[in-house]
Structure formats: C-alpha cells, structure tokens
C-alpha cells in the first residue's frame, strides 16, 4: 500500500467506512510512514473541528410544530379579515342609519311646520272669508271689512 494511496482513503479510515482489511492496511503504513501519519492528525483535527461546528439537529416534531403553528396563524388572521370586516359594516351601516335618523327628524319637523304653516293659512284665508261673506250680509257696508282687532286701542 503506497502512501497516495493511504492519503486518498485517509478520511474513509478516520470515519471506519473501510473493510477490516483496508483499516488494518492503513494502519500498519501509519505505524511505519511519518508523512501520512501527520496527513492522517491534521485531518483527524479538520474533522473534530467540523464536527463542533455541526449546527444542533431539531427536535423530531421541530417541522410538524412550525407547519402547524404557520397554518394556526395564517387561519387566524383569515378568521379576523371578516370579523374586522364585519366591525367596519356594523360602523358604517350605524353611521348611515344615524345619518337617515337625523335626516327623518329634521324631514319630520320640516313637515310640522310646513302642515302648521298651511292651517294657519287656511284658517286666515277662512278668517278672510268669513269677513268678507259677514261685510256681504250688512246692508250697511259698502263691501269695505273690518279687520278684528286684540281689543287694545291704537
Ligand atoms: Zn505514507
């Protein structure tokens, strides 16, 4: 067994990936050859130090749980879109129903006046009639009406 030879399954024997037979080969040239003996320290140090360098494996359930809490999540916000939607309708449809309230009541209060201003005129204009068919009647007046009076001299 040359020393290339060695040198090129060196990390096969440091991972105990070679036969019996291989592993026993290997480690007889290392007994007797110096240079692949130092090949052979430098890359088992490479490998300690790669192996702390492993990053820490998750816990088994690590991607069930993240996939889980990821739909947990991505279900509550779709959950809160019609419940903030819903809260928006219900200000809205107050606003506008406040809105036809307060238009109704001043519609309803422009009506009273409206129907007070038309009696009042219709019970001035029977005044007026009332006059005029009274002033008819007396022989006496030329047709001229006498306007009533509160009583109070001018
Ligand atoms: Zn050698």
């Known amino acids: 067994m040359n020393c290339r030879h060695v040198q090129n399954n060196l990390s096969a024997y440091l991972d105990q990936e070679l036969t019996i037979e291989e ?8 007994y007797d050859c110096s240079a692949c003996r130092e090949e052979e320290a430098e890359l088992r140090s490479l490998k300690a130090l790669l192996t702390g360098m492993k990053s820490k494996t998750p816990n088994a359930d690590f991607e069930e749980r993240l996939v889980n809490s990821t739909i947990q999540k991505g279900m509550a916000e779709a959950r809160a879109w019609p419940r903030r939607a819903g809260i928006f309708l219900v200000v809205a449809v107050c606003s506008m129903l406040g809105t036809m309230q307060l238009l109704q009541s001043m519609k309803s209060r422009q009506d009273e006046i409206t129907a007070k201003t038309e009696r009042s005129h219709e019970i001035a204009s029977a005044i007026h009639r009332d006059q005029v068919f009274t002033a008819s009647l007396d022989p006496y007046n030329s047709g001229s009406i006498v306007l009533p009076t509160d009583g109070s001299d001018h």
């Open 23 to 30: 592993m026993a080969d290997i480690r007889t040239h290392l």
